[in-house]
């Protein structure tokens, strides 16, 4: 049986192209190799820009998200600055007339929010279902599959977060020799929705406000990294301090401290014989940004869009599949280039970068249209 669409990876991107499917009469399959119920770094917060909350609100997962307790954290402003340098800048939605520039949604709660659209739109996915490998042919896509028949579609579409199942795709590996530290802490005072960034001669620390806490991810290297975790609570936070200043206002309580090595990793080419990756397939980026979730969801909703207007017989042809790589290159490359420059501008400390970038800082916060046009980038992207 040919379907229209087969999608592999139902976490957050594969179940957002799925749900952005469901008003178009297509025959669509989703695989996952999780078990019914059961998430994958369910531990994991992710950072959602603004322009990523419309794309779950036009799929009706926001409203269902948006109802569960702590899932969602709006930020309503973020504080940059440098350790050692001047500038700072701060970034306020209420400056952009918007409700919040961002918000710190757990991993786990939107899972299950995208598994409860997905059965409210009567979309089936199969559980369980391992892809070993995706192929083309110029008439459909074969999705191997692990003790199961395999699956034909018209297009193949790979979510699976790491791009494996796809044969033949061309990535770029890129390792920044750096670890995110990540913890959660607790500081004297709420919160009010404000994030910082501060950049720090061991490198970034970003704080992102999430329910009655807030989130740390710390980009350091390796050994130092090794040496912050062996620190008891009251070390680290003091260490932490000696980094962040007064800004913050002190810090109470520390709890799961661990750290996972930081990478760029992208395909060359997003699109092959009838078959795309997208998401994390596509692009991992380092978290400085908090860039790869929103890029990977505009992927979904890119991809949904160019599906829905192509005639049935068009789609995962050629042309509707380059037609689709033109739309997304400038903000697949911008999300990506833009990226990797934070961490080389932001993550070096050279003592003559911290004059250029404590100017840039300085003018982003003075020049009003700047600062617009870099808030809009952050949420919607570049087109
Ligand atoms: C270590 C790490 C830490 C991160 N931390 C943050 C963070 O702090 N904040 C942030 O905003 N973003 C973070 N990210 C990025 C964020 O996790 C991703 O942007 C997001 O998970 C991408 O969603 P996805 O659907 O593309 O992939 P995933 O979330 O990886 O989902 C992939 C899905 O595919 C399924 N699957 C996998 N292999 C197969 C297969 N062979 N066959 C069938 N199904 C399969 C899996 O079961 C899963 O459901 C981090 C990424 C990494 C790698």
Sequence with gaps: MLHDVAIVGAGPVGATLALSL???????????????????????????????????ERCGVWPMLAGVMEAVTP??????????????????AAEHSLPALGYVVSYRALQAALDAALAHA???????????????TPAYAAVALEGADPVTARLAAVADGTGAAVAGVGRQRH??????????????????????ERFTRDGP??????????GLVWTMTP????????????????????????????????????????????????????????????QTLHPVAGQGFNVGLRDAAGLA???????????????????YARSRRTDRWAG????????????????WLRWPRGLALTLLDTLPVAKRAFTRAMMFGLR
């Design 75 to 92: 930020i309503l402003a973020i504080d940059v600055s440098q350790a050692g340098g001047f500038g700072m800048t701060r970034l306020a």
């Design 205 to 214: 620390i970003a704080l992102l406000p999430e329910g009655d806490h807030y």
């Design 175 to 196: 390792d920044y020799g750096q670890v995110a530290l990540v913890a959660k802490l607790w500081r004297p005072v709420p919160h009010s929705g404000v994030a910082y």
């Design 122 to 136: 009567g979309i089936a996915v199969r559980h369980g279902v391992t892809a070993t490998s995706v192929g083309g």
């Design 336 to 351: 990506i280039a833009f990226t990797h420059g934070l961490v080389g501008v932001f993550g070096s400390d050279l003592p």
């Design 305 to 323: 869009q160019a599906v829905l207007d192509s005639s049935r017989e068009a789609i995962g042809s050629r042309a509707m599949l380059e037609a």
């Design 22 to 56: 469901a008003d178009g009469d297509l025959d669509v399959v989703v695989l996952d190799a999780r078990a019914r119920g059961e998430t994958l770094r369910g531990e994991r917060s992710l950072a959602l820009s603004h322009g990523a909350r419309l794309i779950l």
């Design 223 to 282: 050994g130092r990294a090794e040496e912050m975790l062996a620190l008891d609570d009251a070390a680290f936070v003091a260490a932490l301090e000696r980094h962040f200043g007064a800004r913050t206002g002190g810090f109470t309580r520390i709890k799961d401290r661990r750290s996972f090595p930081l990478m760029l990793e992208f395909a060359r080419a997003t699109v092959g014989t009838r078959c795309v990756v997208l998401g994390n397939a596509a």
